[in-house]
């Protein structure tokens, strides 16, 4: 009876994890390596100078560079070096740098494009993680591409899946990254 | 006889399709998947804010973010959302958005260097699927990588094959898009 | 004793060839193919129109686009159609073209991230290979994915070291890109 009971809860576990992601890993690979890493972006706005880690360089016609655009921030181009921490505090130790670009890319809601780079550098962890993919900034949890990695994620590939963790004005966003590699060198 | 004259068509036929790619799948391995779609991309010109679907967000030095710039629009760098299609016709019901950024790169012929991601959502494909790759313009067929894709494409990479199925004036163009994956999962 | 002085010799050199690379491949695996090639950037500031191969395309507030910005270019977006060659002589025969861009993503030091192709058109390539990375520009050695390939590179992948093999004021440099693939086909 117990192990029923446990069956049906695992299902529904199963359930619930791959209902919450965009487009779910269907076949629930296990990940050869694993890892949890949240990102603190703090955008410039003309007046934050000395706390900003990203700023905006590209904009559509009539917008400006201290201010995201209108429909959406569409147009948007945001260069990024963001601290990189193990939990969701923006002054816990930085286990590296997030390194890159996000464009916005819709005129009637949030998605972004993302190409960025993992720079680790701490006792655990000394490597590069390569990111590519379409950030659908309004669902929950959405998936990207690893497409390679370096030193000691040598030639890994997998799927990052990323949660906002937490949004504050237009000035700071903090996102979690769940690393899921599926091929380990 | 017969025999002799189907190998030398089957010779023939292959030496065609290989000479119209820019630089052909040497070996002929065969696909794992294969989809054909296609995206349809209407640039901003200052007049079309309601169709547009991309627009021009960076230009080099003296141009401007609403006329694609001289010397072949090298420099420009140009963000889209634009709707895919199963055909060749603008106004079939999407099954997804192209999504990301392509940029003019050469000076005196037309190139661009591409890096998007196709998000599916039909009864066909839940998914997304992340490219990188040059494009010689010019050439009636040409390759860029796939290095990702999640949900129904978990960890898949191939190559995917471009042609320019349309090109009107400065303001439309639809690419005929051959995604063909080598790495199924 | 000659065998053992080898031995302390390889094992010095490996250790050498390990200790120059930011992140080093630390299980020393072999590539299946190897190339060593140069990409030769030559930057537009206003006044080298004829010989400029790339351009500022894109700046952080109050940045122009012919003088790379202050805080060590941060934000600064360059989109270039670069020279490849074999040595590492501006005025060799070129064997194809580098296109794509690069981002300065620090305003404390020299980092930029790197999306590109190698376009490779000569007697013995013919080929695109896609790079994906962060480039720590005053790092001795400094390693990048390669995401894909097509044509005679199709499907590979792998790993590119980067050194700065020349720079010459803030117009020209040169990089020598070490290719080792790891994914043949």
């Known amino acids: 009876m117990e192990a029923r009971y446990s069956i049906v809860f695992c299902f529904l576990m199963l359930l619930a994890l791959s209902s919450a992601s965009a487009f779910p890993n269907k076949k629930q690979y296990k990940p050869c390596k694993h890892l949890v890493l949240y990102f603190h972006d703090i955008i410039y706005n003309g007046k934050n100078a000395g706390n900003a880690t990203s700023a905006i360089v590209a904009a559509p016609d009539g917008a400006n560079l201290t201010v995201l655009a209108g429909q959406f921030h569409f147009g948007n181009v945001v260069v990024f070096n963001d601290r990189i921490t193990l939990d969701n505090n923006l002054h816990s130790k930085p286990v590296g740098r997030a390194q890159g670009l996000y464009i916005y890319d819709t005129k009637n809601t949030f998605t972004s494009w993302l190409g960025f780079t993992f720079v680790l550098n701490s006792t655990d962890h000394q490597g590069t993680i390569n990111f590519s993919g379409a950030d659908p900034i309004l669902v929950k949890s959405r ?43």
Chains 1, 2, 3 share one sequence.
């Open 143 to 185: 998936d990207i591409s690893i497409v390679g990695g370096t030193g000691d994620f040598f030639m890994h590939r997998g799927i990052a899946t990323i949660m906002t963790d937490a949004f504050e004005g237009e000035v700071y966003f903090r996102l979690r990254v769940d690393i899921k590699f599926y091929e380990c060198w």
